[in-house]
T-cell receptor, first 112, second 110 residues
Framework: EPEVTQTPSHQVTQMGQEVILRCVPI?????FYWYRQILGQKVEFLVS????????KSEIFDDQFSVERPDGSNFTLKIRSTKLEDSAMYFC??????????FGQGTRLTVV | KNQVEQSPQSLIILEGKNCTLQCNYTVSPFSNLRWYKQDTGRGPVSLTIMTFSENTKSNGRYTATLDADTKQSSLHITASQLSDSASYIC?????????FGAGTTVTVRA
């Protein structure tokens, strides 16, 4: 069964450093998403991406965040200067159309 | 504002018993509603997806219902097992955006 793959599974970084979280969506999917979940809290929407551009972003997704689909397969989330409060699980998801979204297993980001 | 409200926030049940989780939403327009199971530290895994015209859908011991008129959905777990201990998240879609509920944490005890 096709799946969304995220790497790394766990990343520890120092405050102020840049991190790139990587996702390989399911190959024929068109819509891509990043979500985050702070420990013990609900899943929060960050950004949606369609047709090689951001279609919607939340208030959380400020200038420190960016997304790219550099080579047609990978979908990356970059945090330029990490803060302690960026520590969370980050989930990538993809959809073919309006059907269900498939989620990756997440990247646990720990900012120290 | 599109919202998805789930209840209860958490519940504890004995192995073998049944339970029902609730989801109310105000998302509009409505495309579909999904129930996901999320084990601790893992990504959400889809249990069911329901469109406007569907009232009931089952996936093994999981049965979801949808009343699109009242904008309510429920997830019924039958004959619970220890492995059912997880968070259950209701996700409502309007076209390309997914709106998440806060989840219900289910703990099944032997």
């Amino acid at each position: 069964e096709p799946e969304v793959t995220q790497t790394p599974s766990h990343q520890v970084t120092q405050m102020g450093q840049e991190v790139i979280l990587r996702c390989v969506p399911i190959s024929n999917h068109l819509y891509f998403y990043w979500y985050r979940q702070i420990l013990g809290q609900k899943v929060e929407f960050l950004v949606s991406f369609y047709n090689n551009e951001i279609s919607e972003k939340s208030e959380i997704f400020d200038d420190q965040f960016s997304v790219e689909r550099p080579d047609g397969s990978n979908f990356t989330l970059k945090i330029r200067s990490t803060k302690l409060e960026d520590s969370a699980m980050y989930f990538c998801a993809s959809r073919q159309g309006i059907t269900e979204a498939f989620f990756g297993q997440g990247t646990r980001l720990t900012v120290v | 504002k599109n919202q998805v409200e789930q209840s209860p926030q958490s519940l504890i049940i004995l192995e073998g018993k049944n339970c029902t989780l609730q989801c109310n939403y105000t998302v509009s327009p409505f495309s579909n509603l999904r129930w996901y199971k999320q084990d601790t530290g893992r990504g959400p895994v889809s249990l069911t997806i329901m469109t406007f015209s569907e009232n009931t859908k089952s996936n093994g011991r999981y049965t979801a219902t949808l009343d699109a008129d009242t904008k309510q959905s429920s997830l019924h777990i039958t004959a619970s097992q220890l492995s059912d201990s997880a968070s259950y998240i209701c996700v409502v879609s309007n076209d390309y955006k997914l709106s998440f509920g806060a989840g219900t944490t289910v703990t099944v005890r032997a």
